[in-house]
């Protein structure tokens, strides 16, 4: 499985998705990660979007967050050896909610983990169960 492209602001956010989905696949074991030689299909992916929106703020000032939820979107293709497309592909959304202290970067970026393991573990289930 290539790594994954990266069409966010967020440094390498692609290692931590692709690497997420290896471990993921290899959880499941419906299907088995081996090398670009010996593969029956290839799984290529794009991050598209990482979405930071408020879920719940402070107590008589709306301006002010104190939780928010963070959601990161993957587009797939699964192809075959000699490069058709398989299973047609989609679009794949992991989630995850973080709450706010001193440094919303630093939060997000501690939250970005388990965005990443809600996105595999539906990525993998729809490619192994098909929905």
């Known amino acids: 499985m290539p790594t994954f492209k ?5 440094p390498r956010v692609e290692v931590l998705v692709t690497d997420t989905l290896i471990k993921q696949f290899q959880q499941d074991g419906t299907f088995q990660i081996t090398s ?5 299909a290839t799984l290529n992916g794009e991050i598209s979007h990482i979405i930071r ?15 928010f939820n963070l959601g990161l ?15 047609g592909g989609g679009e794949v959304t992991g989630s995850t909610s973080f709450f706010v202290s001193s ?4 939060d997000e970026r501690q939250a ?3 965005a990443t393991e ?11 169960e098909g929905w």
Do not use: H, I
């Open 118 to 128: 809600d996105l595999a573990t539906r990525l993998v289930a729809q490619l192994s």
């Open 103 to 106: 440094d919303v970067t630093t």
């Open 53 to 67: 929106t408020p879920a719940r703020s402070v107590s008589g000032n709306v301006l002010a967050t104190t939780e």
């Open 73 to 87: 979107t993957v587009r797939y293709t699964l192809s075959a050896r000699d490069g058709k497309p398989l299973a």
């Open 112 to 114: 970005l983990p388990l």
């Open 6 to 10: 990266n069409r966010t602001l967020v």
């Open 36 to 40: 670009d030689d010996k593969a029956d």
